[in-house]
C-alpha cells in the first residue's frame, strides 16, 4: 500500500464509481481528498461516506472540460488543505527565504498562479533538518 497518510488527492468523478472507489480507499490509507464532479447528489453522497469513515473531504461541483472549473478545483484544493508550512513549522516569510537561498524544496507552478510542492520533497527536507 502507498504512504498516503496525511497526503491529499483531488479526484475528478468523485461521486460515483470509479472515482469513489479511489476516493474511500485514499481515506482509508488516512488521506483527505478534494471530491470533484458534474453530479452534485453523489458528491455529497461520497463526502458524507468519507466523514462516516473518519475522513476529509472537500467537494465541489464542475466540468473537468472547462478550465475555470479546473482553477477553481485547485484553489479549494490548497485552500482547503494547505499543509506545507504547517508540516514544516515555519513561518511564510521564513519559507520563501529558504527557497531563495535554495535551503528549501523549489515550488512547482499550479493552476491561477498558485504554488505547491512535492510531498517527497519536503518528507527529504524534513528527513535532513532532523538529522542537523
Not at 16 to 29: D, L, T
Not at 57 to 62: E, K, N
Not at 106 to 121: A, D, N, S, V
Request: with cysteine; aromatic share 6%.
Amino acid at each position: 500500500m502507498l504512504d498516503i497518510k496525511g497526503a491529499v488527492a483531488v479526484i475528478t468523478g468523485g461521486g460515483g464509481g470509479i472515482g469513489e472507489s479511489i476516493a474511500k480507499y485514499w481515506v482509508k490509507g488516512g488521506g483527505k481528498v478534494v471530491l470533484h464532479d458534474i453530479v452534485p447528489a453523489g458528491l455529497e453522497r461520497v463526502a458524507e461516506d468519507i466523514r462516516k469513515m473518519g475522513g476529509e473531504a472537500a467537494t465541489l461541483v464542475g466540468n473537468v472540460t472547462k478550465e475555470e472549473d479546473n482553477a477553481a478545483l485547485a484553489k479549494l484544493a490548497i485552500e482547503r488543505f494547505t499543509q506545507v508550512q504547517q508540516r514544516c513549522r515555519i513561518s511564510r516569510s521564513t519559507c520563501w527565504r529558504k527557497c531563495r537561498s535554495g535551503e528549501f524544496p523549489r515550488p512547482i507552478k499550479l493552476f491561477g498562479g498558485r504554488i505547491g510542492w512535492y510531498r517527497h520533497e519536503i518528507d527529504q527536507w524534513l528527513e535532513q533538518r532532523r538529522g542537523l
